[in-house]
């Protein structure tokens, strides 16, 4: 009986040891880091009306460590049409307490791309045929004057990059891009006041 036991916790273990818990793996994701894909359109001043533009445009051939041939992400991840990425707009409301700042999505000025505002801008860096590369250009409007902060980190692992995802069909790889932000402070915010 003590036997029976034994082997019966022995399968168990094997079993257990050999379970997968790494979803990406699982998913089929690669990671790919790069510079300054994603920018803000920066001014020395904002006005009430003015809107702050955050754009991309980057090719379909992106440089990877450790190889001499550029990655196609587009043929890599079997035609993505878009790499989607989120940041966050904030307004000091009073010392050190900040509230994000929504608006309709008729209200985002989207000269390219997609976008949708909720808790935070989900922004489509939409694929271009012609020219090979993703596309992002979307200002969103300043309303009211106030000390604002923008930041990518609301779904980055870290707060001085944006990772932008690839939209992949189901059975296809998902790239997963860690880009840099020039823009942003240590602390990951570009600080900016409107008048």
């Not at 003590?2 to 022995?10: I, N, P």
């Not at 079993?15 to 803000?40: H, Q």
Request: some cysteine; glycine content about 6%; hydrophobic content about 35%.
């Amino acid at each position: 009986m003590k036997l029976l036991k034994y082997t019966c916790l022995l399968a168990l273990s094997l079993l257990f040891s050999n379970c997968n818990t790494n979803d990406d793996g699982f998913y089929n994701s690669l990671f790919l880091d790069s510079s300054n894909l994603v920018a803000i359109a920066t001014q020395s001043s904002f006005s009430v009306g003015d809107k702050i533009y955050v754009n991309a445009n980057f090719s379909r051939y992106q440089a990877e460590v450790g190889h001499t041939e550029p990655l196609d992400i587009y043929k890599t991840t079997g035609s993505a049409p878009e790499y989607s990425f989120s940041y966050l707009i904030e307004k000091e409301v009073s010392t050190d307490v900040w509230e994000v700042v929504t608006v309709n999505d008729s209200q985002l000025d989207i000269i390219e791309g997609d976008a949708q505002n909720g808790s935070y801008v989900l922004g489509h860096c939409i694929y271009n045929a012609t020219s090979e590369t993703y596309k992002y250009n979307v200002g969103f409007p300043l309303l009211s004057t106030g000390h604002y902060r923008l930041s990518f980190g609301y779904n980055s692992s870290s707060a001085t990059t944006v990772e932008l995802r690839s939209k992949s069909a189901s059975d296809q790889l998902i790239i997963n891009i860690r880009s840099v932000i020039a823009t942003v402070n240590s602390s990951g915010y570009y600080l900016f006041n409107v008048n």
